[in-house]
């Protein structure tokens, strides 16, 4: 008799432990992981459980719990879709798809409710641009607006057209290619993103100096080029290949290029002009 009150009164213990730091848990935190974790070590000391009044006691807490769980997480996320819904209609901004994954023109918005954060991508999960944003539409909202900013920079279609064309042509000289020849469009870039510098770059490139164009500059640049003035200047044209399954998971020999501005695109390797 006296063990099975010792076992009885360790198992209270454990479970006032327990039960003590869920409780904190909850008051505390919006980490709904944290929750499911807490109530999964107690599940696993109730299974455990000898004495059926205590085990009855518990199973009723955890059931409890585990539903309160469950509807606080839908109310969470309906919550915040009904927020993030008036905050894209309030800036002119479309979206589709379902949690997790929203598509929000050319982005894609990865949900963490678990976290409380979310993350931001270009195109379909292509590049990741920020991570670990607080569950907050207006501060969501305001981080994909300054990415649109940051892409539809001033765009002339014939000078860049022009300097797509020198950067080829750099691009052939080094590597010892002819003229028609296809380039790695990662080539290109390199050679692209110093024949974009300002004039200060040149006279000292120091890193105040430096004019950053990344992948996704390039990427929406070409897609603003092919929608804007297509292919063809003067008495050039150029032509992308479609990149091969393999290439388009290596960034060294493939760019993701938009379609349109929801989020469709293609995989591109090659790059190449031809006189005409």
Same mark, same amino acid.
């Given at each position: 008799?006296?063990?099975?009150?010792?076992?009885?009164?360790?198992?209270?213990?454990v479970f006032?432990?327990l039960i003590?730091?869920?409780e904190?848990?909850k008051?505390k935190?919006?980490?709904?992981?944290l929750l499911?974790?807490?109530?999964?070590?107690?599940?696993?000391?109730?299974e455990?459980?000898?004495?059926?009044?205590l085990k009855?006691?518990?199973?009723?807490w955890?059931k409890?719990?585990?539903e309160?769980l469950?509807?606080?997480?839908?109310?969470k996320?309906?919550?915040?879709?009904q927020?993030?819904?008036?905050e894209?209609e309030?800036n002119?901004l479309?979206?589709?798809?379902?949690f997790?994954?929203i598509?929000?023109?050319?982005?894609?918005?990865?949900?963490?409710f678990d976290?409380?954060?979310?993350?931001?991508f270009y195109g379909p999960?292509?590049?990741?641009?920020k991570?670990?944003?607080p569950?907050?539409?207006?501060?969501i909202?305001?981080?994909?607006?300054?990415?649109?900013?940051?892409?539809n920079?001033?765009?002339?279609?014939?000078e860049? /057209?022009?300097?797509l064309l020198?950067?080829?042509?750099r @691009? *052939?000289f080094? &590597?010892?290619? #002819?003229?028609?020849? %296809?380039?790695?469009?990662t080539?290109?870039?390199?050679e692209?993103?110093?024949?974009?510098?300002r004039?200060?770059?040149?006279?000292?490139?120091?890193?105040?100096?430096?004019?950053?164009?990344s992948?996704?500059? /390039?990427?929406y640049?070409?897609y603003?080029?092919?929608? @804007? *003035?297509?292919? &063809?200047?003067? #008495?050039?044209?150029f %032509?992308?290949?479609i990149?091969p399954?393999?290439a388009?998971l290596?960034?060294?020999?493939?760019?993701?290029?938009?379609?349109?501005?929801?989020?469709?695109?293609?995989?591109?390797?090659y790059i190449?002009?031809?006189?005409?």
């Open positions: 008799m006296v063990d099975k009150l010792n076992l009885l009164s360790k198992y209270a213990k006032q432990r003590g730091n869920y904190k848990i008051l935190s919006e980490d709904f992981s499911e974790k807490s109530l999964q070590k107690i599940k696993e000391f109730y455990k459980i000898e004495f059926n009044d009855t006691l518990i199973g009723e955890l409890k719990e585990e309160w469950k509807n606080t997480i839908l109310e996320q309906e919550r915040f879709g927020q993030l819904k008036e894209l309030k002119n479309s979206f589709s798809g379902l997790p994954n598509r929000i023109g050319i982005f894609t918005l990865e949900i963490n976290l409380n954060t979310c993350q931001i999960k292509i590049e990741k641009l991570t670990k944003i569950l907050q539409a207006s501060t909202i305001k981080i994909l607006k300054d990415y649109l900013t940051y892409l920079q001033p765009f002339n279609p014939n860049y /057209f022009k300097k020198l950067a080829y042509e @691009s *052939l080094f &590597q010892k290619l #002819n003229f028609g020849e %296809k380039i790695f469009l080539d290109l870039l390199s692209l993103i110093f024949l974009l510098q004039k200060e770059f040149y006279l000292d490139p120091k890193k105040e100096n430096f004019k950053e164009y992948r996704i500059n /390039f990427s640049d070409l603003r080029l092919k929608t @804007s *003035l297509g292919n &063809q200047l003067e #008495n050039y044209s %032509k992308l290949w990149a399954f393999d388009t290596d960034k060294k020999k493939s760019i993701w290029i938009p379609n349109n501005e929801i989020g469709e695109g293609t995989y591109f390797s190449s002009f031809e006189k005409i």
